[in-house]
């Protein structure tokens, strides 16, 4: 699939037309990673948002020096490491491909600097960030509580 195809199906641009997709495509670098990788650790600097074209990826909060525990997963056409366009710029959690995972990289800085150049796109693409955060939080929560939508 096409990098455009895979922003248009993704969680974060899905909002952009296809004028706008055309240009954050050119902003994306694809990578394949392999199972078992560790794409970026908690606490470290956070560089690179990551949309999945397929695959799996596990995000685990490091509770202690010795525990792990994941607390979500994010899969085809998801986005994660949204650390990368907020400050601080830390990520707040570990991630780790369950499975191999085809993914879709930009620099958050430059993305970032691309909502400020292009407002109309920018506006869009901070929307869709604002959802994904919501839903996480809204996950985090559930999980949390011990709570399902059958309760």
Do not use: W
């Not at 799996?56 to 909060?61: M, Q, R």
């Amino acid at each position: 699939m096409d990098k455009v195809e895979v922003l248009k199906r993704s969680d974060l641009f899905h909002e952009l037309d296809d004028k706008q997709l055309a240009l954050v495509a050119e902003l994306g670098t694809c990578h394949v990673l392999d199972a078992g990788t560790i794409i970026h650790r908690q606490g470290f600097p956070a560089e690179l948002i990551h949309v999945i074209e397929e695959g799996l990826v596990a995000i685990i909060l490091e509770v202690g020096p010795l525990a792990q525990r994941q607390v979500q997963a994010a899969s085809n056409f998801e986005s994660y490491g949204f650390s990368a366009m907020i400050p601080p710029y830390a990520f707040t959690a570990t991630a780790r491909a369950l499975e191999e995972t085809k993914e879709i990289t930009f620099n958050g800085r430059q993305l970032f600097s691309f909502c400020t150049t292009h407002p109309d796109a920018g506006f869009k693409i901070m929307q869709g960030l604002a959802r994904v955060i919501g839903e996480r939080l809204r996950q985090a929560y559930v999980q949390l509580l011990g709570v399902t939508d059958e309760d």
